[in-house]
């Protein structure tokens, strides 16, 4: 972050301070482990060093704070991008208006970019917003993560158990064929 903030706009940054472990990625990150989901922290060779990667289940977990990733967020040349009417966490600073829309639009910008980058690498992305994490959601919104993993579980097994059987399948006929050549050969 090269920006160079005014006292005010530290303090609005100080207010919404962004950490590696925020509290709604710890709430997140506690309950898989209750579940015996076991994941890698910030991996640094997938884009935009994702919060939460579950390898098994080839699933990456963005959680994101209300404020800087601009749940809700719309402005004249940025239509809104996350629907979502019930989000009170995110609000424009009242005071520089225009370098905070600036600032939250390329933040939107980037992690859009992520997410076209992730899914494109064939990984599922999982978005948890903040707000969907207050004591009232919470439950819902996390069995709704794990309700979503254990599909993710069923149907790569069911493509593992699919490839298997072709292979499988492929096998049998290169012994037939084998089998076949060497009658010819007697
Ligand atoms: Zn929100």
Same mark, same amino acid.
């Given at each position: 972050m090269t920006d160079i903030f005014t006292p005010e706009q530290r303090h609005v940054v100080m207010s919404h301070i962004r950490s590696k472990d925020t509290r709604p990625e710890m709430l997140v990150r506690r309950f898989l482990h209750r579940h015996g989901v076991r994941y890698s922290l $910030?991996?640094?060779?997938l884009p935009g060093r994702p919060?939460?990667?579950l390898r098994k289940y080839h699933t990456v977990i963005l959680v994101n704070g209300c404020f800087w990733h601009g749940h809700g967020f719309s402005s004249k040349d940025f239509?809104?991008? $996350?629907?979502?009417?019930?989000?009170?966490?995110f609000r424009l600073p009242r005071s520089h208006t225009d370098f905070w829309e600036k600032k939250i639009e390329r933040n939107i910008s980037r992690d859009e970019k992520q997410h076209k980058e992730l899914t494109a690498m064939g990984w599922n992305v999982f978005t948890i917003w903040e707000c969907q994490l207050r004591p009232a959601e919470r439950e819902n919104t996390l069995m709704g993560l794990l309700r979503t993993l254990n599909l993710i579980l069923m149907k790569n097994l069911g493509v593992r158990m699919g490839y298997n059987a072709e292979e499988e399948e492929e096998g049998m006929m290169r012994a037939a064929e084998n089998s076949f050549s060497e009658e010819n050969e007697e």
């Open positions: $910030h991996v640094k060779y919060d939460i990667v239509p809104l991008q $996350h629907e979502n009417p019930h989000c009170n966490l």
